[in-house]
C-alpha cells in the first residue's frame, strides 16, 4: 500500500529555487494508512516537481523511533526502526506502520 503524499505542505507554493538550479519540495508524507509496508519501501513519485529524478534527495526526520531513507534508484521511502539489539532493521513485510502518522519533510532535486 502507497502512503499519501501532501505536495503543498501548510499551503506553502510547491517547488522554491534555492539556487540555480536546486529546488526544494516541503512535502508531508501520511503513514496513517500503511497497515501492510512492503519490504524494499513504499513507492514515490515526484516526477512532476523535479525534471531529473535521479538528483532526488528527500530528508525526513527521525519519529517515533523510525528512522527513514528515500532510495532514487527504486523511488521508494525505506522505513527501519530498532531491531532490540541496539541497531536497527527494516519494517518487517506486511507491518503496520499506520501509527507514524504524518511527517513534514523536504525533497530536494533539479
Known sequence: MEFTLA????GLNPVRAMGHPL????????FSSVTDYSTGG????????FNYEEHIMILIPVTDGYLFEYDPDNEKVIVYEGDGTDGIAEVANEG?????GEIRAFAFGY
Do not use: F, K, R, T
Open 7 to 10: 505536495e503543498d505542505a501548510v
Open 23 to 30: 529546488n526544494i519540495l516541503p512535502i508531508v508524507l501520511d
Open 42 to 49: 513504499e513507492e514515490i513519485d515526484l516526477s512532476n516537481y
Open 96 to 100: 503496520d506502520i499506520s501509527s507514524i
